[in-house]
């Protein structure tokens, strides 16, 4: 089998945004589009050469061809050992957990995450490093400038390997494993969590509904809820993946995941619902009629983690991004452990994991993990969550937290997201946001008093490496925010995110509809940048 090497040129725009590229399909349907950007990697990374890579995605539109290409690509390129997934499927937490289990260089995982898939949706690839987590910006930037340069690129000219049946095939001087895809992660999953005890939950009657939104988790969810844990069959709905997502946008909030939010509406709902996004990595969750702010969830996972054996003797302490509520920072606070606020995206929790800094993670944009593994995991949340609902029998999700507001306050929280936008529109809006926070401090807005107004830098406490302009923050002296920030994962025109956080100490103002306690916030904050004048638009197309 020859190993060849292509002459190419480079493309604009190989540089990841906040997890990987993401493009249209026919983009990367563009000869060699696909092939520059992973010669890119290689080029960028070193010492690799006889180690292991592993490969994987979410099974979406493209993910098979493109794992054929990668694993030639890998196996030219000096890889001793490439790991694959049956049919080139991984979620990203089971791709995280299978580099780290069999010590493998890196990975690759192919998606688009939570964007829709099929002929004419998203696409993705992110580069993973050894340590399973999202390679770090010094990488990422080292391969966009690699993509830049691109002359040539290598390949074998081989057949294409057999992604269905487990077990090696040599393929040049490598050898490719195509592993199942679920068992490294449902063992994973074993080892953290009582096991026995959350299927005593289950044989006592308890009612869980898992939406896999016809994503990756369907066979994961499966596995551990309804095989290993005994949970009635159709537990799981949604659960087989589809290369389109059946034709949704595999995203679950209270827009898309709309059935479960309906299902846990009715009176004969299930106990607890969870859905996850097209890669496994995002979570929802939700009570009968109530759902859990991801920000909120983050918090009571972390005031409840000793109800986990692996989490028995205590966390070391929460990350999250800068833009997610603070009420994980009341627990830690409680707790006395550390706490710390990043940029958005997962890679920026890396160090903190690495150093044992911290254990639990979070986003407010749905996504929780721990130390398990290095990216966000969306079986892992609503494994917590089952064995919260264990350890506090009796306990319903909204008692929960509720008793969570009781004690540490609520933070009202929601995103407005303003979709699709002119590109400049975008860019002029936060310039004039920009240009105007010198003079914020100490006005009156929403007839609070505004304390700073900045541009979130970050220092990696670790490392030391820096990242700026990571969102526009105008702090209130009663502690609300108002921030904004324009999305890094988009494929088309600019999407600009808005987040409104309000806290509120007083149980007897915890039952205030969101909207309604944040509406001083929202117009304020709609006015302040002039959303409406710049975009046209006069309300977000998305709340969460
Ligand atoms: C969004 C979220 C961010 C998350 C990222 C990847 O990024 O806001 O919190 O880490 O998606 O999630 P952005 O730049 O569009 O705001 V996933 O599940 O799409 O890989
Ligand atoms: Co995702």
Redesign the pocket.
């Known amino acids: 089998m020859p190993v060849v090497t292509v002459a190419t040129t480079p493309f604009e725009g190989q540089r990841p ?3 990987g590229l993401r493009k249209k399909v026919p983009v990367f349907q563009q000869a060699h589009y696909l092939e520059n950007f992973v010669q890119s990697v290689f080029n960028a990374l070193d010492g690799y050469r006889g180690t292991a890579l592993v490969v994987g995605g979410d099974g979406r539109y493209l993910n098979r061809q493109a794992a054929q290409v990668i694993l030639k690509m890998a196996a030219a390129n000096g890889f001793g050992r490439i790991l694959v997934g049956r049919g080139a499927i991984l979620s ?1 937490p089971a791709a995280s957990c299978v580099i780290r289990k069999y010590g493998a260089f890196g990975g690759f995982v192919l ?1 688009a ?3 829709p898939g099929g002929p004419h949706e998203d696409f993705g690839i992110k580069y993973n490093a050894t340590n399973g987590g999202p390679a770090p910006e010094k990488i990422t930037e080292a391969v966009f400038a690699q993509s830049r340069e691109i002359r040539e690129f290598r390949i074998l000219e081989a057949e294409d390997i057999d992604l269905d049946r487990l077990g090696e095939t040599r393929l040049g001087d490598a050898v490719v494993e195509v592993i199942d895809p679920v068992a490294d992660y449902a063992e994973l999953m074993e080892r953290l969590f009582d096991f026995d005890a959350l299927a005593g939950l289950f044989r006592s009657g308890f009612r869980m509904r898992y939406d896999a939104m016809h994503a990756v988790t369907g066979p994961y969810a499966a596995e551990i809820l309804e095989r290993r844990l005994g949970a009635p069959a159709g537990t799981v709905i949604n659960g087989v993946p589809k290369e389109d997502f059946g034709g949704g946008h595999p995203d679950p909030n209270l827009v898309h995941a709309h059935d479960l939010v309906a299902h846990m509406a009715r009176p004969d709902g299930a106990d607890l619902g969870a859905a996850s ?1 097209g ?1 496994g ?2 979570n929802m969750i939700v009570g009968r009629n109530f759902f859990v702010t991801p920000s909120d969830s983050l918090a009571v996972l972390a005031a409840n983690a000793r109800l986990v054996p692996a989490y028995r003797d205590g966390i070391t302490g929460v990350a999250r ?1 800068m833009p997610t509520s603070g009420a994980a920072d009341r627990v830690a606070e409680a707790l006395g452990i550390a706490c710390y606020e990043t940029p ?3 890679k920026f929790f890396g160090n903190l994991l690495d150093a044992g800094r911290v254990t639990f993670c979070g ?3 749905f ?1 929780t993990g721990s130390d398990h593994v290095r990216e ?1 995991d969306g079986l892992w949340a609503a494994l917590m969550w089952l064995s919260i609902l264990a350890g506090r029998r009796g306990s319903s999700v909204e008692e929960i937290v509720r008793d969570h507001w009781r004690r540490f306050g609520r933070n009202y929280y929601s995103r407005h997201d303003y979709e699709a936008i002119a590109a400049d529109a975008a860019e002029g809006l936060m310039a004039n946001l920009r240009a105007h926070l010198g003079s914020l401090a100490g006005a009156t807005l929403a007839g609070r008093k505004v304390k700073t107004a900045d541009d979130f830098a970050y220092t990696d406490p670790i490392d030391g490496s820096t990242a700026a302009k990571q969102g526009v923050r105008v702090l209130f002296e009663d502690g609300s925010r108002i921030i904004y ?1 324009l ?4 494929t088309e025109g600019a ?1 600009l ?1 808005v987040y409104l956080e309000r806290f509120e100490p007083n149980p007897a103002r915890h039952d205030i509809p969101t909207q309604e306690a944040l509406a001083d916030l929202i117009s304020a904050s709609r006015d302040l940048a002039e959303i409406e004048k710049r975009t046209g638009m006069a309300a977000p197309t998305v709340i969460t």
């Open positions: 945004g906040t997890s990203t998606s995450s939570h964007n996004d890669d990595d995002r991004s958005t995206g997962w986003e407010e944009s996504g966000k920030r999305s890094g994962t988009g999407t995110r």
